[in-house]
């Protein structure tokens, strides 16, 4: 191998003064110490609307110093707790995750939360939820003791982590103050005032102009134009290709027009990896031993493909399959009615090779009726 030219590096006073400056803040830097089984153990936690956190503390001589940490973003769930049952879940979350440390040893528990203080003592109805809470931290300590929030410094600090979701992830794709525009440019917004579609509709403003937003869900939702609809469904249905319903729940939860979930639907059946994604949840049917024909024409295999995007009006394939001779003809069908699909069978089929003497089928409702 040819040797790699040795390049000389200009270390030049600039260079000199950050290597110091980062010596000098790695050297004032937080740094954690060994645990000692012989010292005073506490573990201060906090929880806010997003995250909860939590240090683990010992006493080394006069000092406190760290041993731990401990962060995590809530779930959406979680998010929705009251006050009392997130600093709860953070303190159940900081005593489960530093469990191995903790377990026989005695520590006391902090935190700026006063009422969590006495819940172990008091006799008021608790939820299962908390239930069972307070009884995995019993199985460590009983001692919870109050701090004020201007001491809770550190776990404050950890609960306020900010951390990319998949709520900022639309915030970022999706550009409000251009559709603000395409709101008033369209016809269609007036017809929602009218409406019967349980909406409270109320103009938020964006910028220097305003925004129509549905308020009666917890998040506002601004109402979509039709031209706006696709491109909204692509970028969130493209996260997954999660399926029909799942898809309608993200979208619902955050826009809404008029059809929304038949569009989604029809979009969805349309998508190729949705269908090759989606996860069949029918329950299969025992095999059936079934003769061979003995000749041409006798017996059929038949099928519905679709819907399928639009062509010369047509949306759907009716297939037909021999069982003898494996002779498959596809008849294009513009609705899946059953008495389309026993017209194309009749005219397409029927008409040229005579009547089968049996038709198998996945027995969909086409193939069911008393036609």
């Not at 790699?4 to 006073?13: A, H, T």
Request: glycine residues 4%; hydrophobic residues 35%.
């Amino acid at each position: 191998m040819p040797k790699q030219k040795v390049q000389k590096i200009d270390w030049s006073k600039e260079c000199q003064d950050a290597f110091e400056t980062t010596k000098e803040i790695l050297g004032k830097a937080v740094l954690l110490h060994h645990p000692r089984s012989d010292a005073v153990t506490s573990l201060t936690v906090d929880a806010l609307n997003k995250a909860i956190g939590s240090q683990l503390e010992q006493r080394h001589g006069r000092l406190w110093v760290p041993t731990a940490f401990f962060s995590r973003k809530l779930s959406e769930a979680e998010q929705k707790y009251s006050a009392f049952d997130r600093e709860l879940l953070a303190s159940y979350a900081a005593v489960k995750h530093f469990r191995h440390f903790l377990e026989g040893r005695p520590f006391t528990i902090f935190t700026d939360h006063k009422p969590l203080t006495t819940v172990l003592s008091s006799h008021i109805d608790r939820s299962p939820r908390q239930t069972r809470h307070l009884s995995f931290i019993s199985e460590f300590t009983s001692d919870i003791r109050h701090i004020k929030g201007k001491f809770n410094v550190v776990a404050d600090a950890l609960s306020r982590i900010n951390s990319v979701g998949k709520d900022d992830q639309h915030k970022e794709c999706i550009n409000f103050e251009k559709l603000a525009p395409a709101q008033e440019a369209s016809d269609e917004m007036a017809s929602y005032h009218t409406a019967t579609m349980g909406l409270v509709l109320k103009d938020i403003d964006i910028g220097p102009s305003t925004l129509l937003c549905d308020i009666s869900m917890e998040k506002s939702r601004p109402v979509l134009p039709t031209s706006w609809t696709r491109s909204i469904f692509n970028k969130i249905q493209g996260l997954s290709h999660s399926g029909i319903k799942p898809t309608q729940k993200a979208i619902a939860q955050r826009f809404v027009w008029n059809g929304m979930k038949l569009d989604i639907r029809r979009w969805c059946k349309e998508c190729p990896d949705c269908q090759a994604s989606k996860v069949h949840r029918h329950t299969p049917s025992p095999l059936v031993e079934r003769q061979l024909p003995s000749d041409r024409f006798r017996s059929l295999h038949v099928d519905l493909v679709g819907p399928l995007p639009e062509s010369h009006g047509m949306t759907y394939l009716f297939t037909i399959i021999d069982r003898y001779t494996r002779w498959s003809e596809a008849i294009p069908l513009p609705d899946a009615h059953a008495s389309t699909c026993v017209s194309a069978l009749l005219h397409h089929w029927v008409a040229r090779f005579g009547v089968p003497e049996d038709i198998v089928s996945d027995r969909g409702r086409q193939f069911t009726s008393n036609l």
